[in-house]
């Protein structure tokens, strides 16, 4: 692993699986403190005891603009600083826009987007002092929308335009914006899919190729994350290989 993280203190969220619990352990294992968040309280607990090096959980729903301020307050009260986000919590409820149940649109919008631009707001003076970085957990959905994926796609490419607008206002007070867009990675993700046909369906395309495993995201965001002050990593692209 890199020694030359440039990360004191990160803040991972949605680290209570998948690429976001990976992506905490990669970060302590390159020398990062990282506070790790979610809801799930018991598993960030689990994590925080395999940790390499130090971790602090707390409680987190991206949802409510409060958890997330009382998050980032809590991790600068501990350790003094923050400077990395890593906004990777995230859902994906597929389905097709005929006859959608729209609350699953809206559980996405308030999770994936709205969640995801709360936390920057949150985080951002912090940053700005630390001259630190935001990793935005995006998806290759955020490229090329596709049959099935109309909302959650709206979500990521939503992400996208916030992060370049956010990357124009911040890059010159050294602040870096790098957003990472996944290919299908093996997770939990496709388990919150409640269409039957859907979710076969994505359990197909799991099984049609060698996914991506969390650890290979999380390479990528630390790599990202060790390159000198003057470069910034914008955006990774990483789909497994037989991903067409
Ligand atoms: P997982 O389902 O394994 O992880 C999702 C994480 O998000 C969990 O830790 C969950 O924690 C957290 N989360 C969900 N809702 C909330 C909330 N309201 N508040 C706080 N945390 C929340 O899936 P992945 O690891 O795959 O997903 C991580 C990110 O990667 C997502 O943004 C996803 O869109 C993106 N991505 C995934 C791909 C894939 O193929 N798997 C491909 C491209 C992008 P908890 O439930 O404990 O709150």
């Known amino acids: 692993m890199s020694s030359d993280l440039h990360v004191k203190v990160a803040l991972v969220t949605g680290a209570s699986s998948g690429i976001g619990r990976a992506t905490a352990l990669a ?133 996208t335009a916030f992060s370049e607008s956010l990357r124009q206002e911040v890059t010159a007070l050294g602040v870096r914006v790098i957003v990472i867009q996944p290919g299908f990675v093996a997770t939990e993700l496709t388990d919150h899919i409640t269409d039957p046909v859907m979710r076969a369906a994505a359990a197909e395309i799991g099984q049609s190729m060698r996914p991506l495993a969390p650890q290979d995201v999380a390479e990528a965001v630390v790599y990202a994350l060790s390159q000198p002050a003057h470069i910034s990593v914008n955006e990774i692209l990483v789909r497994p290989t037989d991903q067409v």
């Open 27 to 159: 970060l302590s294992r390159a020398g990062a403190t990282v506070a790790v968040g979610a809801r799930r309280v018991d598993r960030l607990k689990e994590l925080v005891e395999s940790a390499p090096g130090e971790m602090l959980a707390v409680h987190l729903d991206v949802t409510d603009e409060q958890s997330i301020t009382d998050a980032v307050a809590a991790v600068v009260e501990k350790f003094g600083r923050l400077d990395a986000l890593v906004n990777n919590a995230g859902l994906m409820q597929s389905g097709m826009i005929v006859g959608a149940d729209t609350r699953e649109w809206v559980r996405m919008v308030e999770t994936n987007l709205l969640g995801s631009m709360f936390a920057v707001h949150a985080a951002l003076p912090h940053l700005i002092s630390s001259k630190g970085a935001v990793v935005q957990v995006s998806s290759t959905a955020g490229r090329t929308a596709s049959l099935g994926s109309g909302a959650y796609a709206a979500t990521k490419f939503g992400i």
